[in-house]
């Protein structure tokens, strides 16, 4: 099991910037990839960024790249997701997702709580 806590959420204007916190505790050691999907009311759950945990490899929806930006803390087992150049279109709850079974970024095991991502015009 792979327990994940997101923090860093919260209110912000367009424009602005924001960054994502993920925390991994349980059988982290197993985690093949980390990554970020989000939920705007009535739209479906949307992947954002991922990255290959040993690697560093990275891979982001086209509605992102060049704005945000995955990273990960190896020794705190942490992920982050830097946003910048928000836009209100960006709002949403972001979720922080693991994959232990294969590579498949599009196809976590593991979800996070989610954190509130709001961004005003």
């Known amino acids: 099991q792979v327990q994940l806590v997101e923090s860093g959420g919260g209110l912000v204007q367009a424009g602005g910037s924001l960054r994502l916190a993920c925390a991994a505790s349980?059988?982290?050691?197993?985690?093949?990839?980390m990554g970020w999907f989000r939920q705007a009311p009535g739209k479906e759950r949307e992947f954002v960024a991922a990255?290959?945990?040993?690697?560093?490899?990275?891979y982001y929806a086209d509605s992102v790249k060049g704005r945000f930006t995955i990273s990960r803390d190896s020794a705190k087992n942490t992920v982050y997701l830097q946003m910048n150049s928000l836009n209100p279109e960006d709002t949403a709850v972001y979720y922080c997702?693991?994959?232990?079974?294969?590579?498949?970024?599009?196809?976590?095991?593991?979800w996070g709580q989610g954190t509130q991502v709001t961004v005003s015009s």
């Open positions: 997702a693991a994959k232990t079974n294969g590579y498949n970024y599009l196809a976590p095991d593991y």
């Open positions: 349980g059988r982290t050691f197993s985690t093949n990839v």
């Open positions: 990255i290959r945990w040993r690697e560093g490899y990275t």
